[in-house]
T-cell receptor, first 112, second 109 residues
Framework: GENVEQHPSTLSVQEGDSAVIKCTYS??????FPWYKQELGKRPQLIID?????GEKKDQRIAVTLNKTAKHFSLHITETQPEDSAVYFC???????????FGSGTQLTVLP | EADIYQTPRYLVIGTGKKITLECSQT?????MYWYQQDPGMELHLIHY???????EKGDLSSESTVSRIRTEHFPLTLESARPSHTSQYLC????????FGEGSRLTVL
């Protein structure tokens, strides 16, 4: 089955700095790569996703890049704010309608 | 409002009790899922369903069972709860993007 590795497990940045979280996957046929944000005590929520026919996608301060050759994709958050503090999960699937395999999560802390 | 509803949100029970965690969605999604998650930790898929009368086990072995008699309803049952079942259980549904419920936090004493 699919194997997803996520790094780092914890990340602390100063407010206003950028944060980068990286995930690698094993199945070269995977073609859907979402990122979820889970605030403390809340449910995970989709923040951005990318499909394999696209190399980069941006939504305001959040961007995701995909390198299919190397089988890795990354979440970039610029101008971080305290409300960005949360656990972030990457995920991978063989198409958006299939079940997702999640990474182990990254606890991001934005220091004021 | 279209959403996924889970009840109970919190449950504390004794060992050996039978429990059912309820999950209902009003989004008309065919695909529904159950994930197990310890707080802030990895999400493990334990059951999924692609439609009525269709259920499959996920990647993480679980002693729980599920049923899908109606499209909108996907309950999870533990016949005999044990302390090792203490965790948060998240229900989700999908027609592409995955939407999660708020979770049921189970504590077995």
């Amino acid at each position: 089955g699919e194997n997803v590795e996520q790094h780092p497990s914890t990340l602390s940045v100063q407010e206003g700095d950028s944060a980068v979280i990286k995930c690698t996957y094993s199945d070269s046929a995977s073609n859907y790569f979402p990122w979820y944000k889970q605030e403390l005590g809340k449910r995970p929520q989709l923040i951005i996703d990318i499909r394999s026919n696209v190399g980069e996608k941006k939504d305001q301060r959040i961007a995701v890049t995909l390198n299919k050759t190397a089988k890795h994709f990354s979440l970039h958050i610029t101008e971080t704010q305290p409300e960005d503090s949360a656990v972030y999960f990457c995920a991978v699937s063989l198409g958006s309608a299939r079940q997702l395999t999640f990474g182990s999560g990254t606890q991001l802390t934005v220091l004021p | 409002e279209a959403d996924i509803y889970q009840t109970p949100r919190y449950l504390v029970i004794g060992t050996g009790k039978k429990i059912t965690l309820e999950c209902s969605q009003t989004m008309g999604h065919d695909k529904m899922y159950w994930y197990q998650q310890d707080p802030g930790m990895e999400l493990h898929l334990i059951h999924y369903s692609y439609g009525v009368n269709s259920t499959e086990k996920g990647d993480l072995s679980s002693e729980s069972t599920v049923s899908r008699i109606r499209t909108e309803h996907f309950p999870l049952t533990l016949e005999s709860a044990r302390p090792s079942h203490t965790s948060q259980y998240l229900c989700a549904s999908s027609a592409g993007e995955l939407f999660f419920g708020e979770g049921s936090r189970l504590t077995v004493l």
